[in-house]
């Protein structure tokens, strides 16, 4: 029923920087957490950052004091601002989203294709 799309990804040298996007469309009628997990070849699917309908974040610490999350509710899009990029951060970079499509109606997960980030040497 609801779908995401993330952006922004492509082939950066370390110590550069990117910005991911993720646009939720489909029938929503609300948004709980927005998050950004990300999978690196050979490694399992592992949580980056995560931000609640309030702005509360939470990040992993290997990217804490280097990357951003943020929100736009009005455009149901989450943000992922990475700087200082390592080439340890080269991963498909995917979107997760926790959302009503009623009041009161159970909260349902939804996760998107994914973005590639790669950091070169």
């Known amino acids: 029923q609801v779908q995401l799309v993330e952006s922004g990804g492509g082939l950066v040298q370390p110590g550069g920087s990117l910005r991911l996007s993720c646009v939720a469309s489909g029938r929503i009628f609300s948004i709980n957490h927005m998050g950004w997990y990300r999978q690196a070849p050979g490694k399992q699917r592992k949580l980056v950052a995560i931000?609640?309908?309030?702005?509360?974040?939470n990040y992993a610490d290997s990217v804490k004091g280097r990357f951003t999350i943020s929100r736009d509710n009005a455009k149901n899009t989450v943000y992922l601002q990475m700087n200082s990029l390592k080439p340890e951060d080269t991963a498909v970079y995917v979107c997760?989203?926790?959302?009503?499509?009623?009041?009161?109606?159970?909260?349902?997960?939804?996760w998107g294709q994914g973005t590639l980030v790669t950091v070169s040497s």
């Open positions: 997760n989203a926790l959302y009503q499509s009623g009041p009161g109606n159970s909260w349902l997960e939804v």
């Open positions: 931000i609640s309908s309030g702005g509360s974040t």
